[in-house]
């Protein structure tokens, strides 16, 4: 499987919860999301934009896509649950049928653009590192069936390494149309 396949595979509505673990605070959160990942259509005002300020040849993009989110903080107390949304332009760029980068317009662990390394293993699992300003994560994403994708990923410090954050979160395919 190549990167286009992937993120194709990846299209379509989903539901994630995600457990997340705050070593750094000692906390713990339970967040539960709609993903919705679509490719991006040629004449995309934003995509164009953003192919243009990164100096990316939109020849050498085969596609792009685009991912929105609604995530509601589960945990805490009822007048500290927290939603947010979000939406992200993500363009592969392959190296080798394995090894690429990814632009993003909007990181996981940092909501700034960011450019990652990717990898894919020989079972289908996509590993992105991302290095931020105080922070690099390493984000894995693997599908158990076509209809069921299971992601986790470690966040640590720049300086020391520490892990600061791990989390683990199940996403289901909605069917429903």
Known sequence: MNIEEFFLKSV????????????AFQEFDEIRSKIKIVPSKSNDSRVIK??????????????????????????????????????????????????????RSV?????????SLYKILEDGTLIIYSNYSYTFTEERIWFVSNNLRSRSSVTRAIDSSAILQTSYASEIRSLNK
């Open 12 to 23: 379509g509505e989903w539901n994630s919860m995600r457990s997340g673990h705050s070593l």
């Open 50 to 103: 953003f192919l243009k300020d990164n100096l990316i040849d939109s020849k050498a993009v085969n596609k792009a896509f685009l991912i929105t989110w609604e995530a509601k903080n589960e945990w805490g107390e009822e007048n500290q649950k927290e939603k947010s949304s979000g939406e992200s332009i993500i363009v592969p760029i392959e190296i080798s049928k394995t090894e690429g980068k990814i632009i």
């Open 107 to 115: 990181g996981y662990a940092e909501a700034v653009q960011v450019e």
